[in-house]
Nanobody, 112 residues
């Protein structure tokens, strides 16, 4: 059974940092491009970042470039999203996923 479990979300002030973690199981993690999406209730989900299977190439949506860093540890089947200089507009539920699968999400709230 495929499982994707996100963690690390929370409430942070503008300018603060969070690191999201996605722990994967039930599939060969090291062979898939992994992705983070985010969604505000009532709106369509937004692609945030992806990383290739080897972890050598990460791509980002323009709004997070220079602030977010995506990495992975294939030995641990774990994906990380380091989020710095957070803004209120980063507030959303963040999901990790691959293909058509995604986890249950973790809430990130940026507010003073």
């Amino acid at each position: 059974e495929v499982q994707l479990v996100e963690s690390g979300g929370g409430l942070v002030q503008p300018g603060g940092s969070l690191r999201l973690t996605c722990t994967a199981s039930g599939f060969d993690f090291s062979t898939y491009t992994m992705t983070w999406l985010r969604q505000i209730p009532g709106k369509a989900s937004e692609w945030v970042s992806s990383i290739n299977p080897k972890g050598t190439i990460a791509t980002y949506t323009d709004s997070v470039k220079g602030r977010f860093t995506l990495s992975r540890d294939n030995a641990k089947s774990t994906l990380y999203l380091q989020m710095n200089s957070l803004k209120s507009e980063d507030t959303a539920v963040y999901y990790c996923g691959y293909a058509a699968n995604r986890g249950q999400g973790t809430q990130v709230t940026v507010s003073s």
